[in-house]
Nanobody, 127 residues
Framework: QVQLVESGGGSAQAGGSLKLSCVASGSIYRSKYMGWFRERPGKEREVVAVVETAVGRTMSHDYLGGRFTISQDAAKNSIYLQMINLQPEDTANYYC????????????????????WGQGTQVTVSS
């Protein structure tokens, strides 16, 4: 079993920054990808950033404007999400996720690929 615990959410003003942390426990070594997803009010869960854990390759979509940076600390079984220049539209519940390994079905940005999820941490950005 894999357990993921997020922390670091909270409130920020527009233009501000926050850093989220996710600590993993259990059979996390099997995961190919770990990443961050978010659910904004009234919208579907979407990928924010993902890291391919074995090689450290990071992925995110261009439309996020390079404001979100994922990093990992393998020794601590942790990943992080540095968020800068936050905007009100970034208000969401942010989830840490890990897939079930190299045989998982789906692309890096498909939420259904990820078998393990944290409980989520709320980020609220005010204008």
């Amino acid at each position: 079993q894999v357990q993921l615990v997020e922390s670091g959410g909270g409130s920020a003003q527009a233009g501000g920054s926050l850093k989220l942390s996710c600590v993993a426990s259990g059979s996390i070594y099997r995961s190919k990808y770990m990443g961050w997803f978010r659910e904004r009010p009234g919208k579907e869960r979407e990928v924010v950033a993902v890291v391919e854990t074995a090689v450290g390759r990071t992925m995110s979509h261009d439309y996020l404007g390079g404001r979100f940076t994922i990093s990992q600390d393998a020794a601590k079984n942790s990943i992080y999400l540095q968020m800068i220049n936050l905007q009100p539209e970034d208000t969401a519940n942010y989830y840490c996720a890990a897939d079930g390994g190299v045989l998982s079905v789906g692309a890096w940005d498909d939420h259904w690929r990820y078998a393990h999820w944290g409980q989520g941490t709320q980020v609220t950005v005010s204008s």
